[in-house]
């Protein structure tokens, strides 16, 4: 007689960046191949995958922070780009990193009251809306704010990052709010 097949997926806990200082209108950090390994540095954010080699799905949800709560004209243009990583080793042995841009995303706030997250004692603010760049790879977008101008809830992605060794967030955002931050709530599933 058959039996049922049961397929149960992880539901894990997200980790957070918290909260990363970009400087506004500076661009994403150029990636290229190179011997040194990514790193967390400046406005770019390296995720511990602690599943060594074998990441699968990775959902992101974005959100930004300020000295004062940011509406979507004082803190405009955010983006993520998120960059896989895989390791070539040479006839020497050592490694020499190759990335791999996996999507970029373009991020917004509601137009209308922007909700307010308390994380760790510290303000944070989700973004409500996202959009994946052309030619990326299989990205699932949830972005409720699309629907209505004045909508709140906050936006998230699942990214396919299959075969990557590091991933790495990098952040950019154009703002005239006092210390614009941006940063992710992140879980591997």
Request: with cysteine; net charge negative; aromatic share 8%.
């Amino acid at each position: 007689m058959p039996q049922d097949i049961t397929i149960a997926t992880e539901k894990p806990s997200y980790s957070t960046t918290g909260l990363i200082a970009v400087t506004s209108a500076t661009a994403y950090t150029t990636t290229e191949p190179t011997a040194t390994a990514p790193t967390t540095t400046g406005q770019d954010f390296l995720i511990s995958t602690n599943l060594g080699d074998k990441p699968s799905l990775l959902r992101i949800a974005p959100f930004c922070g300020a000295a004062v709560a940011p509406t979507s004209g004082t803190f405009a243009s955010g983006g993520l780009r998120v960059i896989g990583w895989s390791i070539y080793t040479q006839t020497n042995g050592t490694a020499f990193y190759v990335p791999q841009v996996l999507v970029d995303l373009a991020l917004g706030l509601t137009t209308g009251t922007v909700q307010t997250e308390l994380v760790n004692g510290v303000a944070q603010y989700p973004f409500s809306t996202i959009t994946a760049g052309s030619g990326v790879p299989t990205v699932n977008l949830y972005s409720p704010g699309t629907a209505s101008a004045s909508n709140v809830e906050p936006c998230a992605v699942v990214i396919d990052c299959i075969g990557m060794q590091f991933i790495q967030l990098q952040f950019k955002a154009t703002a005239t709010v006092s210390t614009p931050k941006m940063g992710a709530f992140h879980s591997f599933l």
